[in-house]
């Protein structure tokens, strides 16, 4: 491979590193926890994503936990919690 589109490659995966590192999570009770558990396998920008629902979030979750995340039952409820009242979809008007 060329050494130009080497640089070019390295450029933007630095890129996307620091684009990636500048996201964060909303400053509230659980987001420890959050971080702790949640980004061991996925970036922030994969937990922000898609705003989700109280009942999606839990469902999420518990997926989470079915596919390896030990929580206990209290860093369970934080991490719903956090993310139910921070990353959940904005409510419409007039409902």
């Not at 922030?44 to 009942?55: C, G, H, L, M, Y």
């Amino acid at each position: 491979m060329p050494r130009v589109q080497l640089l070019l490659i390295a450029a933007a995966t630095l890129a996307a590193a620091a684009a990636a590192q500048t996201l964060s999570l909303p400053e509230a009770p659980g987001k420890q926890q959050v971080e702790a558990h949640c980004t061991r396998c996925h970036g922030v920008e994969v937990i922000t994503a898609q705003p989700r629902s109280p009942d999606e979030w839990m469902e999420v979750v518990s997926i989470m936990v079915g596919n390896g995340v030990k929580l206990t039952d209290q860093e369970y409820d934080e991490v719903v919690t956090y993310l139910s009242n921070n990353l959940a979809p904005p409510e419409t008007s007039g409902n």
